[in-house]
């Protein structure tokens, strides 16, 4: 059974760079084909799909985020990450790893992380 | 790219069926047939219900449905049941090789 499971500090502080690891148990992250993702939600508020990032490196991003994302993956860990940059309040919020339910799809996303609340505040 | 469009809420009786729309443009929804949907409880990672406009994953009720019409999808719940309130959020693949979501709606079972 695939389990995906985030980590990374709590409470990041306005203006600095928010850094978040998703370790993959329970199947390779370099299976081929498949893309592996990141979603944030805000308290109360809905899903935002943040970006993603295919087995052999390739990324996509959310237009809004992305002179701030990078998403990267390291296989020899069985693990992907999101950083983002310049952080401010607006990006409190609970982040999902995610992965599709289908090789070279961006979605659906049958696989969730249990998600992780990352406050950002002074 | 914008949010696709949900209502903010919906509510019905126990046995009712309800439907949820979801409004994007030919540049999401009308353009590809990669509309999926995600029930999510309180505290809880959404779960994947609807994926490819009317496709349900194994173990989800039959009393799921979704389907498409133009620029608008659409989620169809019938036979409500006190365990189906929950937000409910709309999804698409986009032009733009990217994904986006509705702006969820909240199901209450009266």
């Known amino acids: 059974q695939l389990q995906l499971q985030e980590s990374g500090p709590g409470l990041v502080k306005p203006s600095e760079t928010l850094s978040l690891t998703c370790t993959v148990s329970?199947?390779?992250?370099?299976?081929?084909?498949?893309?592996w993702g990141w979603i944030r939600q805000p308290p109360g508020k809905g899903l935002e799909w943040i970006g993603s990032?295919?087995?052999?490196?390739?990324?996509y991003y959310n237009p809004s985020l992305k002179s701030r994302v990078t998403i990267s993956v390291d296989t020899s860990k069985n693990q992907f990450s999101l950083k983002l940059s310049s952080v401010t309040a607006a990006d409190t919020a609970v982040y999902y790893c995610?992965?599709?339910?289908?090789?070279?799809?961006?979605?659906?996303?049958?696989?969730w992380g249990q998600g992780t609340l990352v406050t950002v505040s002074s | 790219q914008s949010a696709l469009t949900q209502p903010a809420s919906v509510s019905g009786s126990p046995g009712q069926s309800i439907t949820i729309s979801c409004t994007g443009t030919?540049?999401?929804?009308?353009?590809?047939?990669?509309v999926s949907w995600y029930q999510q409880h309180p505290g809880k990672a959404p779960k994947l219900m609807i994926y490819?406009?009317?496709n349900r994953p194994s173990g989800v009720s039959d009393r799921f449905s979704g389907s498409k019409s133009g620029n608008t999808a659409s989620l169809t719940i019938s036979g409500l049941q006190a365990e189906d309130e929950a937000d409910y959020y709309c999804?698409?693949?986009?032009?733009?090789?990217?994904?986006?979501f509705g702006g969820g709606t909240k199901l209450t079972v009266l």
């Open positions: 329970g199947g390779s992250i370099s299976s081929s084909g498949y893309f």
């Open positions: 995610v992965k599709p339910s289908a090789p070279n799809r961006r979605q659906p996303f049958d696989y």
């Open positions: 990032i295919y087995y052999s490196g390739s990324t």
């Open positions: 030919s540049s999401d929804i009308g353009g590809y047939n990669y």
């Open positions: 490819d406009v009317n």
């Open positions: 999804c698409s693949y986009t032009s733009y090789s990217t994904v986006v």
